[in-house]
Structures are given as C-alpha cells and as structure tokens.
C-alpha cells in the first residue's frame, strides 16, 4: 500500500438492492409490496442509492425523475447475460436498452449475471447439477468473449462487474481465479461476500487475491447451518434463499469488518451495496435493511467493530 493510498479518503457509498423487499425471482415474497415503500423505506434509513429491480421504470428519463423525486442515486441494474452460448455481437445487441438506462442514469458499472444454462432460478434442481465448462479451452473462449463485450460496454462509460453467483458457471473459488485469468482489465469483479462464502471460500481470501479487479461489492451474510443443509439436503439455490441462507451484515457469520478495512486499505471507491435475499414475512424489510445500513456505516465511518442489534 502506497502513502498516497494509506491516506486517500475511503469514498465508498452505501446502497441497497431491493430485493429485500421484493424478490424478482420469486414474486410471492414481497411481490405485493410498492416500489414507492422499498425506496421511501431505504431514503428513510440513510441509503445513497437502490440498484434497480422488476418493478422500476426501464425509460431512462422516467427512472432518472422517479429516483430524483426520492433524493436517490442509481447504483447499477443486474443484466442476465449469455455469453456462454452466444457470441458478443448477439450480446451486444441485446444489451443496448439495458445499457442506455444505465449510462443515462450514471451508473458506472453493470452487474453481469451469466444465466446460461444457470439452475439459480430453477426450483427443484439441486446446486450439484449447476452448469460447469468441460476444459480449460472452453473457460478461455468464455474469457476472450467477455473480455470483448467489456470493452464495447466501456465505450459507453460502464464497465462490467462480473457477479459470481451460485448455481452459474462461475460459483467456486477456482472458477473466479479462472475467470480473472482468462479475462482482462476490461472485465472487473464484483465481489459478494454471500455468494463467496456459500460457494465454497473464504470471502477475505478471495477478496485479497482479486481486489484489483473489484469494481463492485455486494454485502450479504449467511448463516452457515443453512449452507450445510443446502448441500446435504440436495437444495436448489430458491430453496436455500427460501430456508434462510442468507441475510444482511451484522446478522450472521461473515467478518465485515475484515472486509471493510481490506477495501479502506486498498483504495476502493465505489458502492457498498446491501443484497439479502429474505423472505420479508419471516425477515421484515425496513427492521433488515436498517440493521445492515448500521453495521456498513459504522465500520465505514470507524467505529469499533461491534455486532449491530
């Protein structure tokens, strides 16, 4: 670390996915909850900015006033790409809307979901049977497309935060080092602390080994009794999301802290962002997302580490 680093201020952000509040991928836990509540809800508690979810506006100018009117920010919006089976020019083409929504709104990543032959929506398919590349070859032909299609998305302003993600192509600690290698700058990594520590790793361990790719971070805890079932069990991904897998920092077994000062360490400057997939019946919405938002701005502002009732 540099005496320029060691002294650079730690301008992190810190916002929210609304997915507490209302989960995309599986509309009876808070479907019937208004995006008015989840954004009303997270200004009220201190948040700078949403990441988007089904129910925001997808015409730019009409996303822009609708954050506006709420005094919050655009964080980014997760884009289900394919770059497994399909070339970049059929990516490229297909992103374009989502694309322009973001650059319109300053977003300056786009969290990058690889839903190709991915299980992480599919109720009953167990976690094993997830997608993995047959060889090293193909694993790199994945590499040089992403590489590409990360380089036309910087041309627009954005860069692509790669988000590792159970029951995709990309899950394990080896395939992230695998992805990093077989990518270039262009491709940046969003870390998740959730989906690190249910993947098999240690989420400072692979935090340390890839930070200078990190361009985004997603700040979810797990608890790991669930995990082990998840396994055990033969659980699919809504399965484990369903049983309690995981919740916000500060309210299971991952170290933040640790976290936080490796990235107040190593300079990062960008969105802290609070993404745990709960059922708001069992897990209330503002009660969740208030508890993260302290524990995040406590151990960014430097307070001693404590846990967050």
């Known amino acids: 670390m540099t005496d320029q680093t060691a002294t650079r201020p ?28 989840a954004l009303a809800e997270g200004r009220a508690i201190g948040y700078q900015g949403f ?20 005094g919050l920010e655009v964080v ?24 322009r929504l973001l650059a319109e709104n300053g977003c300056k990543v786009m969290v990058y979901g690889e839903v190709a032959g991915s299980i992480q929506g ?6 094993y049977k997830r997608p993995r590349f047959r ?26 935060a790669y988000h590792h993600h159970m029951g995709a192509y990309v899950e394990s600690p080896g395939d992230i080092d695998r992805l990093m290698a077989h990518t270039g700058e262009e491709v940046g990594l969003l ?30 805890d797990v608890r790991p009794a669930m995990i082990r079932h998840a396994f055990n069990r033969q659980w699919s991904f809504l399965d484990a999301v369903l049983n309690g897998v995981f919740t ?11 976290i936080v000062e490796r990235l107040r360490a190593h300079g990062y400057q960008g969105w802290l962002v609070v993404e ?34």
């Open 191 to 220: 870390f998740d602390s959730g989906h690190a520590c249910f993947g098999g790793g240690d989420p400072l361990t692979i935090l340390d080994r890839h930070i200078q790719r990190v361009c985004h971070v997603h700040c979810k």
């Open 122 to 127: 599919e109720p009953s398919v167990p976690l």
């Open 10 to 37: 730690f301008e992190v952000k810190i916002g929210i996915n609304p997915i507490g509040w209302s989960n995309d991928d599986l509309p009876a836990l808070g479907g019937e909850t208004p995006l008015s509540t």
């Open 248 to 258: 916000v920092p500060g309210d299971g077994a991952i170290d933040f802290a640790a």
């Open 76 to 99: 980014s919006g997760w884009y289900s790409g394919r770059l497994a089976q399909r070339p970049v020019d059929e990516e490229i083409a297909a992103v374009a809307p989502h694309l």
């Open 51 to 70: 990441e988007l979810g089904n129910k925001f506006p997808r015409e730019p100018a009409a996303l822009r006033t609708l954050m506006a009117g709420y």
């Open 135 to 160: 060889d090293d070859d193909a694993f790199r032909r994945y590499g040089e497309r992403l590489t590409a299609f990360g380089r036309y998305l910087l041309r627009h302003g954005v860069r692509l």
């Open 276 to 309: 745990a997939e709960q059922d708001p019946a069992v897990a209330p919405s503002y009660a969740c997302a208030a508890r993260g938002y302290r524990t995040l701005r406590a151990l960014v502002d430097g307070a001693p580490h404590r846990r967050v009732a």
